[in-house]
């Protein structure tokens, strides 16, 4: 399996409750490697940006206000098949359907309020890394 990265948000229900490193640990726990990482407060343009493709989705508004709430920790992850590790071990977006020993199912207060986001493909992942971070502040 080759070694990929991923883009990771540590979002701000997690930092509010202090749970960047209890995160970051399941993360590493799981095989992934934090290559890159910032706390950032984003702005609303940053957040519309980046949730673009889920604009014409009810929840947009709403999304966007969450995720500029507080601050965030966005990372570039490193591993074997780093995509699918990390969707793994976030666990489904709505915490209730969420497997035992996943991120969302230990930590998410709710659908919206889910603790973390992970690319859901090599591509978007590709995408989403260059959208926060220059070049020269991944460390492989
Ligand atoms: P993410 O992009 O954050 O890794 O999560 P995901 O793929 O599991 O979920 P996605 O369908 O891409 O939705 C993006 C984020 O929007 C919020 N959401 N709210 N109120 C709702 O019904 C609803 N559905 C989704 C969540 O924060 C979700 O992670
Ligand atoms: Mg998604």
Redesign the pocket.
């Known amino acids: 399996m080759a070694v990929t990265r991923t883009f990771s948000i540590i979002k701000p229900d997690a930092t509010r409750r202090n749970l960047t490193g209890a995160v970051t640990k399941m993360l590493e726990d799981a095989g992934l490697r934090v290559v890159a990482s910032k706390r950032i407060h984003m702005t609303k343009e940053q957040a519309e940006g980046f949730y673009a493709v889920?604009k014409e989705r009810p929840?947009f508004g709403?999304?966007v206000d969450f995720m500029i709430s507080g601050p965030v920790v966005v990372q570039v992850l490193e591993g074997e098949d780093a995509v699918k590790r990390n969707r793994d071990v976030?666990g489904a977006?709505n915490p209730s359907d969420a497997a035992d020993g996943t991120i969302r199912k230990t930590y998410a207060e709710s659908?919206?309020a889910?603790s973390?986001?992970?690319s859901?493909s090599d591509e978007n992942a590709k995408i989403e890394i260059d959208y926060f971070f220059d070049a020269d502040e991944i460390v492989g």
């Open positions: 889920h929840f709403e999304l976030m977006t659908i919206e889910n973390v986001h992970g859901d």
